[in-house]
């Protein structure tokens, strides 16, 4: 599949990575939606993705849209998303949690997704949406499962293609013979504090 078919967005809260920056020079339409650009939806990611989507469907004829978050590196296997012709696709994807995030069947990371216009067309708005509990006090559902579940009642299967890299917060760790371990954030947050030292005046002799 020719990039020129492709409409890129990459969502930068943060600001792209090097590696993806680079990547991205091959492809000839890339948006980048940043604060300064007026899109101010940091705080609400799946309002962000549905504004790529609106803009995407009005403003542009291309086949196919590209979503690309900013924390992500292509790899050589990430090119087989460019050429996977299902509608609703997206890479595999490691979490911070060291896993594989949206690994279930018909499910896919939005971090690094291929959708074309037909199936978003034909997926009534809103695209994506945050899920909430009873009481809205704790999310249930992120914005790339209600996607999902939208595209599969639509009568579309996401599928995963090709994989890719993701940068996330870990801990080098010392090892034997100058090797490292890594670890990351979230496999080391059942750290407890060590107790406090007990006083070490005993009988009135410190």
């Not at 790899?75 to 595999?92: M, N, S, W």
């Not at 199936?119 to 509990?133: D, E, H, Y």
């Not at 599928?159 to 954030?185: D, N, R, S, T």
Request: charged share 25%; aromatic share 10%.
């Amino acid at each position: 599949m020719k990039t020129d078919e492709m409409q890129v967005v990459v969502f930068e809260w943060r600001g792209a990575n090097a590696i993806l920056s680079k990547w991205l020079a091959g492809f000839p339409r890339v948006r980048r939606m940043r604060r300064e650009a007026g899109y101010q939806a940091t705080d609400c990611l799946a309002a962000w993705r549905n504004q790529a989507v609106k803009w995407f469907l009005k403003e542009t004829d291309k086949a196919w849209l590209l979503m690309l978050d900013d924390d992500i590196v292509p790899l050589k296997e990430t090119g087989v998303l460019l050429a996977c012709e299902a509608d609703i696709a997206g890479c595999h994807f490691f979490s911070k949690n060291g896993c594989e995030g949206h690994g279930e069947d018909g499910h896919i990371s939005m971090a690094a997704s291929k959708l074309s216009r037909r199936a978003l067309q034909t997926i009534a708005p809103p695209w994506f949406a945050f899920g909430f509990n009873a009481d809205g006090t704790e999310m249930v559902q992120c914005e790339c499962d209600y996607f999902t579940a939208k595209a599969r009642a639509a009568g579309f299967h996401p599928v995963k293609a090709g994989l890719v890299g993701h940068i996330v917060p870990a801990v080098m760790i010392p090892g034997e013979e100058g090797k490292a371990k890594l670890k990351f954030l979230s496999q080391l947050e059942n750290i407890t504090a060590p107790e406090k030292e007990k006083s070490m005046v005993q009988g009135g002799v410190a």
